[in-house]
């Protein structure tokens, strides 16, 4: 499948999350036969919102479950939005070989911390990033979330902010 493909499949989870009313993070992990796990947000509602339930770490839990295990270096990650560096620890120790996101995480995005300044588990992962896939479809469910006055997760934080004044590239429609 196509990096395209697979966030297509990972926009798919991220509506699915909006319309449960939670943070719209939508996740696929595939190999070169096809999507091997799909996951959404969790538990960003209520009085207290989870910081474990990411997509990434439900669709990596799911991972697991499977026997026998696929190789993580034939893997590849797709989600919504950039990876947390809680999620980009756990994808790096998976040995997950790709991650492809939509949408840049202004307030908390971990992809882009140099991994040499790490330990040795982590300085050594090198994983194929790619950004900015179906960006723009990301950005209108996020700014959707964040417009919504019931959606109190993150209101008010610096992605909020960044995200509502974010216009679609020109020749582009959010």
């Known amino acids: 499948m196509t990096d395209d493909e697979l966030m ?3 926009l798919d989870e991220a509506r699915s999350a909006l319309a449960r009313g939670e943070f719209p993070v939508g996740c696929v992990i595939a190999d070169q036969s096809g999507i091997l796990v799909r996951a959404g947000r969790r538990n960003s509602v209520g009085p207290r919102p989870s910081e474990l339930a990411h997509a990434e770490m439900n669709a990596l839990q799911r991972l697991e479950e499977i026997s026998p ?3 993580g270096k034939h893997l590849t990650l797709a989600v919504t939005l950039e990876p947390c560096l809680m999620c980009y620890g756990a994808i790096l120790l998976a040995g ?3 991650i492809v996101y939509a949408y840049e ?3 908390g995005g971990g992809t882009g911390c140099l991994l040499e300044r790490l330990g040795p588990l982590y300085a050594t992962r090198r994983p194929r990033i ?3 896939v179906r960006r ?3 950005l209108a469910l996020f700014q959707t979330f964040f417009a919504n006055p019931a959606a109190t997760y993150w209101q008010d934080s610096l992605l909020a902010r960044y995200t509502l004044t ?3 590239r020109e020749g582009q429609q959010a």
Request: aromatic share 0%; glycine share 10%.
């Open 136 to 138: 723009e479809e990301a």
């Open 105 to 107: 995480d202004a307030m």
């Open 8 to 10: 297509q499949a990972a």
């Open 166 to 168: 974010r216009r679609p």
């Open 130 to 132: 790619k950004a900015g």
């Open 69 to 71: 295990p696929p190789e």
């Open 96 to 98: 997950i070989g790709s």
